[in-house]
């Protein structure tokens, strides 16, 4: 069976960091893109960040670049999203997904693309 299992959620002050984990079982990750999304209460769910296959090719949403690093340990069967200088506009449920092949994450549509399986989210707060 096809999981992904998100970790590394919790509540953190303005300007702090979180890193998320997205781990992998019933598959090996060196054939997928990764996709980050996330959804806030009443708002349409976004994709936050993207690393191909290889994990030589990302891609981030403006409001996160420079903030956010996707990475992937294909060893470890996991992807990682370091957020730093976190703001209360990234509070939200934090996704990964997957989708087979290395072009996944190429064009400004690649949020769009279909991703499968999914994992059950995980609860980034940032609060004072």
């Known amino acids: 069976q096809l999981q992904l299992l998100e970790s590394g959620g919790g509540l953190v002050q303005p300007g702090g960091s979180l890193r998320l984990s997205c781990a992998a079982s019933?598959?090996?990750?060196?054939?997928?893109?990764i996709g980050w999304f996330r959804q806030a209460p009443g708002k349409e769910r976004e994709g936050v960040s993207c690393i191909n296959s290889g994990g030589g090719r990302t891609k981030y949403v403006d409001s996160v670049n420079g903030r956010f690093s996707i990475s992937k340990d294909n060893a470890k069967n996991t992807v990682y999203l370091q957020m730093n200088s976190l703001k209360p506009e990234d509070t939200a449920v934090y996704y990964c997904?997957?989708?087979?092949?290395?072009?996944?994450?190429?064009?400004?549509?690649?949020?769009?693309?279909?991703?499968?399986?999914w994992g059950q989210g995980t609860q980034v707060t940032v609060s004072s």
């Open positions: 019933g598959f090996t990750l060196n054939r997928y893109s």
């Open positions: 997904a997957a989708a087979e092949g290395p072009l996944v994450c190429e064009g400004s549509s690649w949020a769009r693309r279909p991703f499968a399986p």
